[in-house]
Structures are given as C-alpha cells and as structure tokens.
C-alpha cells in the first residue's frame, strides 16, 4: 500500500505543478497582452497628435498669411508699417502662448504603461498576502 500512496501522492505533487505552470503561463500572458495593448494606444495617440499639430499648423499659417495679407492691403497707403509691426508682435505672442499650452498638455499625458504596472503590483500584493 505504501507503494500505491506514494504513486497518488507523486502525482498529485506533478498534477499541482502542472496546475500552477499553466496558471503562470496564463498570467503572464494576460500581462503581456495588457502591456502590448498599452503600447498600441500609445503609438495611436502619438500619432494622432502629430496629424492633428501638423494639420493645424498647416491651415493657421495659411490663414495666417492670408488675413496679414489682407490688411497690409487695407492699411497699405495709411500706416503699412505699424499694421506689420503689431501683426507680428500679435502673431509672435500668439505662437508662444501655444507653445506653453502644448508644453503643459505633453507634461500632463497619462503615465506610460500605468495599468500594466498596477496589474502587476496587485500581482504581488496577492501572492505575499498567501502564506
């Protein structure tokens, strides 16, 4: 008998290792996958920002230089150089007053690969919770 319970309990031991291989397989594969989905929305956003900058930028310089076209024109034979001076100090303060927000908005982008690292702390929190 003694030979029976030892072949039960050897299995049980490798049915047990068995078990908790396929549990950390499948763990690590559902952080994985988190991981890599983060990655993705990350690299859509990046490049969604830069068409919308890009695509913005484009039309607001041609606006631009349409509307200081227009009045330059307007003011050509009354006071074309204090119309440009004020245009462009306008224009420079403009410029800068959207560098700043675009700084803060950058500095404020959700911190990179946040859920796979909370993932994995409660990861931990539960496996030293277990004695």
Do not use: Y
């Not at 049915?15 to 690590?28: E, G, V």
């Not at 440009?84 to 700084?103: P, R």
Request: aromatic share 6%; charged share 20%; proline share 2%.
């Amino acid at each position: 008998m003694s030979n029976k319970e030892g072949a039960a309990a050897g299995g049980g031991l490798l049915q047990s290792a068995r078990t908790l291989t396929r549990t950390l397989i499948a763990l690590s594969k559902t952080r994985l996958e988190i991981f890599l989905n983060e990655i993705e929305e990350e690299r859509l956003r990046i490049a969604n920002q830069i068409m919308l900058i890009v695509t913005a930028g484009f039309c607001l310089v041609v606006g631009a230089l349409l509307a200081v076209t227009f009045i330059v024109v307007l003011f050509w034979d009354t006071h074309r150089l204090i119309t440009l001076g004020v245009l462009t100090l306008a224009f420079l303060g403009a410029g800068a007053v959207l560098m700043l927000l675009f700084s803060a908005r950058a500095k404020a982008k959700p911190k990179l690969f946040s859920t796979s690292l909370g993932e994995l702390g409660k990861d931990v929190e539960q496996l030293s919770d277990k004695p």
